[in-house]
């Protein structure tokens, strides 16, 4: 197994993509591997109102920047959830999580997003930024920022500042990119765990979960989540779920075509094991991101079948 490493954001993965796919570029295609935009806004600030009153119509145009809309959505007392066409969104009193796959163009959101925060909610201060992703498969075909690292680094620079970007994994295989900014002043009423698990190669007779016939997933989600979901055609599955009387959620996509599997399980719901109950895998990335009033940790985990697991840390 190779070793792992951690840089500077520097790395531009677009020069391993021909080795990673071995030359070879399919006529179909389709990039499961999901670019995760998180933002909090300061309810502090004077006057502040929910980012739920944001009217449904402009997030519909907020996601047609990105290129994907909504195809359907659920609330429970402290949450909004939209099943997307390309993901997942979560809209809370303070905080917007936008994630999106394929070729979409989620950090080109950014300025609609604030905005939108300022003229409907009136905060135009954010204290915290997460955007994160896995290596693509195809770099050079996405668009513009999220061709390379840099360039998407670049963009959040334009927006934010005292932020800091890593590449954590080895350099040649899968590996992770970061960039978070927290604020001086940013106040979190509790500590905030995030758990995400990326996982390729899966085994056909898991893949076969995920036909327009059947799909197992939500039968064992725990009991009282608000759940809806959206099984594509051919192939594909998305869920979002909502646990009750809080702003804990639960968000799992899966690419399952053969060549280029994937399936990624995010939570904030820090006792939930849900992944061990139900997927295997050839290749793995799990991440939990930690925050806590003074510090941020990620802890990364890259493995592969019939090999121990490497860990990379990083304390701000």
């Not at 995760?36 to 300061?42: G, K, S």
């Not at 800091?164 to 001086?184: E, K, N």
């Not at 399952?256 to 995010?266: C, N, T």
Request: hydrophobic content about 35%; overall charge negative.
């Amino acid at each position: 197994m190779s070793t792992s490493t951690l840089s500077d954001g520097s790395l531009d993965e677009g020069t391993f993509a021909v080795d990673d796919v071995s030359g070879i570029v399919e006529d179909y295609f389709f990039e499961g591997a999901e670019k995760l935009l998180e933002l909090w806004f300061d309810k502090n600030q004077d006057g502040a109102m929910s980012l739920r009153n944001i009217p449904y119509s402009e997030l519909v145009a907020m996601l047609d920047i990105a290129q994907c809309h909504i195809l359907h959505s659920k609330s429970n007392e402290c949450m909004d959830s939209y099943v997307l066409s390309e993901s997942s969104m979560f809209v809370s009193d303070f905080r917007i999580i936008l994630k999106t796959c394929g070729t979409t163009r989620l950090l080109r959101t950014i300025g609609r997003i604030l905005h939108l925060a300022k003229i409907y909610c009136n905060m135009d201060n954010v204290i915290s930024v997460f955007y994160s992703r896995k290596n693509f498969m195809h770099p050079e075909r996405q668009p513009y920022p999220h061709s390379s690292f840099e360039s998407e680094i670049d963009y959040l620079e334009k927006h934010f500042t005292g932020g800091s970007a890593y590449c954590i994994g080895p350099q040649r295989q899968d590996r992770w990119f970061l960039y978070t900014m927290v604020a001086p002043q940013a106040a979190f009423p509790f500590p905030e765990h995030t758990l995400e698990i990326l996982m390729n190669e899966l085994p056909e007779d898991v893949l076969s979960v995920f036909s327009p016939s059947k799909s197992a997933i939500s039968t064992i989600l725990p009991p009282g989540i608000i759940v809806h979901e959206e099984l594509f055609s051919p192939c594909g599955y998305s869920l979002n779920g909502l646990l009750p009387h809080s702003d804990h959620y639960i968000t799992i996509h899966v690419t399952p075509e053969p060549d280029f599997s994937y399936v990624s399980f995010e939570t904030n719901q820090n006792s939930l094991n849900l992944c061990e109950q139900m997927l295997k895998t050839e290749t793995l990335i799990y991440v939990q991101f930690e925050r806590t009033k003074n510090l941020e940790q990620v802890t990364a985990a890259f493995s592969k079948k019939d090999t121990a697991v490497c860990n990379d840390n990083y304390d701000k």
